[in-house]
Antibody
């Protein structure tokens, strides 16, 4: 059974950084891109970028290029996203999702709250 | 970036009715269109890919159609568990963009 297990909720101060994790199981980690998606409260979905776990190559949506850093650890089948210089605009739920025909499996999401 | 215009923003229908949600791409996406269902407090779930292919385990009352720039999701025999927000997504050209969502409620 394919599963994407994300880390727990985060409360961070403005200006801080946070690193989120997404542990994959039930499939060969290196055979699928991993995408990250942002959803602000009561808003639509916004793609952040993707990583190819096989070679670590990344592709970011322009607006997130200085905000998010995607990495992957093939020894633990875990994808990571670091968000830097947090502001209130980063308060959102972040999902990882496996890229296949569409995004066929999603993590449960992690809520990041930025507040002083 | 390809813009995805989704309509309506909200929809209220009775149990057993048929509803249709539409998505318009700003350019031809060659049927590279997915539909997702998101229930409150949950992650999105893939319903349809390549415009009309039903994902495994999705009830057959869901169907997708369209080509070029115009696509639609139809839900037959609406059931209470279909209350959700529905999103379209183009996966033809990076960055893969989403529609703004349609909130479906039961009358």
């Amino acid at each position: 059974e394919v599963q994407l297990q994300q880390s727990g909720p985060e409360l961070q101060r403005p200006g801080a950084s946070v690193k989120l994790s997404c542990k994959a199981s039930g499939y060969t980690f290196t055979e699928y891109y991993m995408y990250w998606v942002k959803q602000r409260p009561k808003q639509s979905l916004e793609l952040i970028g993707r990583i190819d776990p096989e070679d670590g190559s990344t592709d970011y949506v322009e607006k997130f290029k200085n905000k998010a850093t995607l990495t992957a650890d093939t020894s633990s089948n875990t994808a990571y996203m670091q968000l830097s210089s947090l502001t209130s605009e980063d308060t959102a739920t972040y999902f990882c999702a496996r890229g296949a025909d569409g995004f066929d499996y999603w993590g449960q999401g992690v809520m990041v709250t930025v507040s002083s | 970036d390809i813009q995805m215009t989704q309509s309506p923003a909200s929809l209220s229908a009775s149990l057993g009715e048929t509803v249709t949600i539409e998505c318009l791409a700003s350019e031809d996406i060659y049927s590279n269109l997915a539909w997702y269902q998101q229930k409150p407090g949950k992650s999105p779930q893939l319903l349809i890919y390549y415009a009309n292919s039903l994902n495994d385990g999705v009830p057959s009352r869901f169907s997708g159609s369209g080509s070029g720039t115009q696509y639609s999701l139809k839900i037959n025999s609406l059931q209470s568990e279909d209350v959700s927000i529905y999103f379209c997504q183009q996966n033809y050209d990076s960055p893969f963009t989403f529609g703004s969502g349609t909130k479906l409620e039961i009358k």
